[in-house]
Each structure stands twice: as structure tokens, then as C-alpha cells.
Nanobody, 125 residues
Framework: QVQLQESGGGLVQVGDSLRLSCTISGRSSNNYAMAWFRQAPGREREHVASISRSGYNSAAADSVRFLISRDNSKNTLHLQMNSLKSEDTAVYYC????????????????????WGQGTQVTVSS
């Protein structure tokens, strides 16, 4: 059973940058396609960015401001968020799904089996 733990959230100002991290435990991260999702109050959970097992393939809803990366040697996933806006305020979740031996990118909530508890990001103007 894999466990995911997010960190790095907090209160920032509009225009600031923030880097989120997700630590994977229980099994090597290179078995999993992974992603970041977010959920604002009263809204559905939405895709932010996703990355394949190897890290070679990735996709982001806003590839200009958000960059997803992973370090399988450290079993970690990251999300670099730049030029933050107030509408980026949400709880950010790390997600994983078994994808061995594939190397695909998935962007739907229903694609993922494992979820972290979330980390709050608040962007203040």
C-alpha cells in the first residue's frame, strides 16, 4: 500500500512562487504515474499537472506557470508554481496510480487510486 504526504503549502502573495512536494512511501515511486490536483471550496477537484512514471512525459493545465517534476531516487514529486493568482487558492492533492510497465500521463480524478491528505495554498491579494 502506497502512502502519499504533501508539504510546502502556505500563505503567499499574488505573484509569488511556491514549491509543493509529495513524498511517496510503501513502494518505489517509479511504479506510479502521478499528478497534482486541487480543490477550492464549493468546486470540484480539478487537474493541475501530471507526469509519467519515468518523468519523461508530463502535462499541465497551465504549463506556463506550473511545472511538475519527480525524483524517483528520492521517491518525491514536486509542483513548482509561479506567478500565483488568488484563484489558485485551494487544497492541493498529490495522487498516484500503478502504471508499470506503462509510461502514460493521466489527468482525470478517476484515473488515480492513491491520494494524499492535501496541503492548503492560499494566495492573498
Amino acid at each position: 500500500q502506497v502512502q502519499l504526504q504533501e508539504s510546502g503549502g502556505g500563505l503567499v502573495q499574488v505573484g509569488d512562487s511556491l514549491r509543493l512536494s509529495c513524498t511517496i512511501s510503501g513502494r518505489s515511486s517509479n511504479n506510479y504515474a502521478m499528478a497534482w490536483f486541487r480543490q477550492a471550496p464549493g468546486r470540484e477537484r480539478e487537474h493541475v499537472a501530471s507526469i509519467s512514471r519515468s518523468g519523461y512525459n508530463s502535462a499541465a493545465a497551465d504549463s506556463v506557470r506550473f511545472l511538475i517534476s519527480r525524483d524517483n531516487s528520492k521517491n518525491t514529486l514536486h509542483l513548482q508554481m509561479n506567478s500565483l493568482k488568488s484563484e489558485d487558492t485551494a487544497v492541493y492533492y498529490c495522487a498516484a496510480r500503478d502504471d508499470f510497465p506503462g509510461n502514460h500521463v493521466y489527468s482525470r480524478v478517476s484515473d488515480y487510486r492513491y491520494w494524499g491528505q492535501g496541503t492548503q495554498v492560499t494566495v492573498s491579494s
